[in-house]
């Protein structure tokens, strides 16, 4: 999703993916500087965003290289990956599959997710007279825990994404993108990929983040929600009691659980 970042006037998203909000839709990291570069005004010269995901990393690296510059961002090149030590962890929703009980019992329906007496409902993007307090402000950051472990620590470095994740979760639920969320794999790949390159993975970010809130300031969303046909609840895991993450398409569904009557 190509993020333009303080845009002039309102345009009208829809609930997961729009052209507007350039930064959630990043998957890597030459993607997240696309973005920034864009919210500089330094991209005139770029292909549009869904041209240049189809580029290779080197061929992004070079294409961003110039107006990288001259919107003062260093752009790391690509170097041989050191993935190995990340490729054991398994991917989206399988993660988070692994985490919660047996959902299969558990009906969707629509915009709901009836697990018993417990009902979860679908979150939508949330229109900004609908938000708490000063969230769009700067000093509202996205704060991410930092990770302090070895990568090579499987275990401790995925119980560290998970807590990541359902942090920036929250985080983007606050600002009213509860429908624009990466999914868990998305994440968890983001986080490989700027390790891969020496990039701070909390400070990158926290930049994201302080670019959508300023879109968010000027860019109008659609606050209708709704599922795709052949979602399943196999699609789904739990993050945490309060929420069930659903992917299909790449594309991530939030259900959250309707306080006791």
Do not use: W
Request: charged fraction near 20%.
């Amino acid at each position: 999703m190509p993020f333009i970042g303080l845009l002039v006037g309102l345009f009208l998203i829809g609930q997961s993916y729009a052209d507007s909000f350039c930064f959630a839709q990043a998957q890597s990291y030459y993607e997240q500087l696309y973005c920034e570069v864009e919210a500089q005004g330094k991209g005139k010269n770029l292909p549009r965003f869904d041209e240049f995901k189809r580029n290779n990393p080197i061929t992004q690296a070079l294409l961003l290289k110039h107006p990288a510059d001259s919107a003062g961002i260093t752009v790391v090149m690509p170097k041989m990956s050191n993935r190995k030590d990340l490729g054991a962890l398994p991917a989206a929703p399988q993660t988070l599959s692994s985490q919660k009980k047996d959902l299969s019992s558990c009906q969707l329906q629509q915009t709901t997710i009836a697990c018993g007496q417990r009902l979860y409902e679908l979150l939508g993007n949330r229109i900004n007279r609908h938000l708490k307090g000063d969230v769009l402000e700067a000093s509202n950051r996205l704060n991410l825990p930092v990770y302090r472990g070895a990568v090579a620590d499987r275990n401790r470095l995925y119980s560290y994404l998970l807590k990541a994740y359902q942090h920036y979760i929250y985080k983007m639920i606050d600002i009213g993108l509860s429908g624009a969320t990466m999914s868990y794999g998305t994440f968890e790949f983001l986080f490989s990929d700027l390790h891969d390159k020496g990039v701070n993975f909390h400070e990158r970010l926290e930049t994201m983040y302080q670019y959508l809130k300023q879109d968010k300031q000027n860019i109008r969303v659609d606050e209708r929600i709704f599922v795709p046909e052949g979602l399943s609840i196999q699609d789904c895991g739990e993050l945490g009691r309060q929420l069930i993450a659903c992917v299909t398409n790449n594309r991530n569904y939030l259900f959250r659980l309707r306080p006791a009557q």
